[in-house]
């Protein structure tokens, strides 16, 4: 069964760059769509972006200036990086596994809070 | 402000049947059956519950439907339980520069 775990530092100071890695396990990840999502504390899930098996990205526009996603086949990761960060980025981030045109995200991580302060 | 409208509480009593309701625009909920939700209890992770509209993963119990009408998609929950309680986001696949949009939550309360 597939498994995603969210890692990265905890805390991020203003204008610094946040980086998040998930790692998957139990599964292939050459054919979906790996995302992230956040979720500022008491509020709603946000859409950041999300990257193909084969490479290709799609981003949140609202935020796509400041982001960069990857994934490494031959570790079975994917990361975010989100750059000049704000008290506006904290947020629990989610990493889940998604699919072409549809909202499914069917495994999620158990999600990762940071703070930036 | 999310682009999917969610009413932001529910209730219900045990055993009753309750409705959340998505409201979204011609390029999102009412152009794709592309519609799932999702089940978040307090500090964890969001659970797919339905996808494609009308689709339940395997082990959601089919207390748990969908529907669509218009630009307006709904979570019918019935024969509540107490394990219920939970906040329920609606998404939906979009045409625009997005890809996904996210409603806003419903709180559900069981009496």
């Known amino acids: 069964q597939m498994q995603l775990r969210e890692s990265g530092p905890g805390l991020v100071k203003p204008s610094e760059t946040l980086s998040l890695i998930c790692s998957v396990s139990?599964?292939?990840?050459?054919?979906?769509?790996w995302t992230w999502i956040r979720q500022p504390a008491g509020g709603g899930l946000e859409w950041i972006g999300r990257?193909?098996?084969?490479?290709?990205?799609n981003y949140n526009p609202s935020l796509m200036s400041r982001l960069t996603m990857s994934l490494d086949t031959s570790t079975n990761q994917f990361s975010l990086k989100v750059a000049s960060v704000t008290a506006a980025d904290t947020a629990v981030y989610y990493c889940a596994r998604g699919y072409y045109d549809t909202s499914r995200l069917d495994v999620w991580g158990q999600g990762i809070p940071v703070t930036v302060s | 402000q999310s682009a999917l409208t969610q009413p932001p509480s529910v209730s219900g009593s045990p055993g009753q049947s309750v409705t959340i309701s998505c409201t979204g625009t011609s390029i999102d909920v009412g152009f794709y059956d592309r519609v799932s939700w999702y089940q978040q209890p307090p500090g964890t992770a969001p659970r797919l519950m339905i996808y494609?509209?009308?689709n339940r993963p395997s082990g959601v119990p089919d207390r748990f439907s969908g529907s669509k009408s218009g630009n307006t998609a709904s979570l019918t929950i019935s024969g509540l339980q107490a394990e219920d309680e939970a906040d329920y986001y609606c998404t939906s696949y979009t045409s625009s520069s997005t890809y996904v949009v996210f409603g806003g939550g419903t709180k559900l309360t069981v009496l």
């Open positions: 494609e509209v009308i």
């Open positions: 990257v193909f098996g084969r490479g290709s990205t």
């Open positions: 139990g599964g292939s990840m050459t054919t979906d769509y």
